[in-house]
């Protein structure tokens, strides 16, 4: 498996992970990801917006297996969104979460001081990676959240720029 940035051309089969993935659990419901109105062209979406991208890992054959995406979420408190991190069936269970999450949060370092996502608690293999990243669990959304249907919330305090400065 390799990591790769979102191409025109993966803007079908990521939309269909992310719908057949929402469908397995119940969740093709409104306030989630599944009607986001850019769901079907996340190449565009991402590629539009300052310090946002989307990353799709790809099999041997090159064929889309899942993806994440970093977009901002508040730019005056320098908080990005964790966004749409989905695999296939046959993708998951392997540790390629973690690989996506890796590629996202570094990029996120890069330009931010704190990630936010959103999920829901029934989602317990996902609630239980972030809390293994370092997310904390909040007690109600940040405000400017999209999806009315998430009922768990997560931040994340992120490497400071000067911190990443000084590692270097």
Same mark, same amino acid.
């Given at each position: 498996?390799?990591?790769?940035?979102?191409?025109?051309?993966?803007? /079908?089969?990521?939309?269909?992970?992310?719908?057949?993935?929402?469908?397995?659990?119940?969740?093709?419901?409104?306030? /989630?990801?599944?009607?986001?109105?850019?769901?079907?062209?996340?190449?565009?979406?991402?590629?539009?917006?300052?310090?946002?991208?989307?990353?799709?890992?790809?099999?041997?054959?090159?064929?889309?297996?899942?993806?994440?995406?970093?977009?901002?979420?508040?730019?005056?408190?320098?908080?990005?969104?964790?966004?749409?991190?989905?695999?296939?069936?046959?993708?998951?269970?392997?540790?390629?979460?973690?690989?996506?999450?890796?590629?996202?949060?570094?990029?996120?370092?890069?330009?931010?001081?704190?990630?936010?996502?959103?999920?829901?608690?029934?989602?317990?293999?996902?609630?239980?990676?972030?809390?293994?990243?370092?997310?904390?669990?909040? /007690?109600?959304?940040?405000?400017?959240?999209?999806?009315?249907?998430?009922?768990?919330?997560?931040?994340?305090?992120?490497?400071?720029?000067?911190?990443?400065?000084?590692?270097?």
């Amino acid at each position: 498996m390799r990591i790769r940035e979102i191409e025109i051309r993966d803007n /079908t089969r990521i939309k269909e992970i992310i719908q057949e993935s929402l469908e397995s659990v119940g969740l093709n419901i409104e306030g /989630t990801a599944y009607y986001d109105p850019h769901l079907g062209e996340l190449y565009h979406f991402y590629h539009r917006h300052p310090h946002s991208m989307y990353w799709v890992i790809v099999d041997k054959e090159n064929r889309v297996q899942g993806g994440v995406g970093i977009a901002e979420f508040n730019a005056a408190k320098r908080i990005c969104e964790l966004q749409k991190l989905y695999l296939s069936s046959e993708a998951q269970g392997k540790g390629y979460s973690r690989l996506l999450m890796d590629k996202a949060l570094h990029f996120a370092e890069k330009h931010y001081d704190y990630c936010y996502l959103e999920t829901r608690h029934e989602l317990v293999a996902a609630s239980a990676l972030y809390v293994k990243y370092g997310f904390m669990l909040l /007690t109600e959304p940040i405000e400017g959240s999209e999806h009315s249907a998430m009922d768990a919330w997560y931040l994340k305090k992120l490497k400071s720029h000067y911190q990443n400065k000084l590692t270097r």
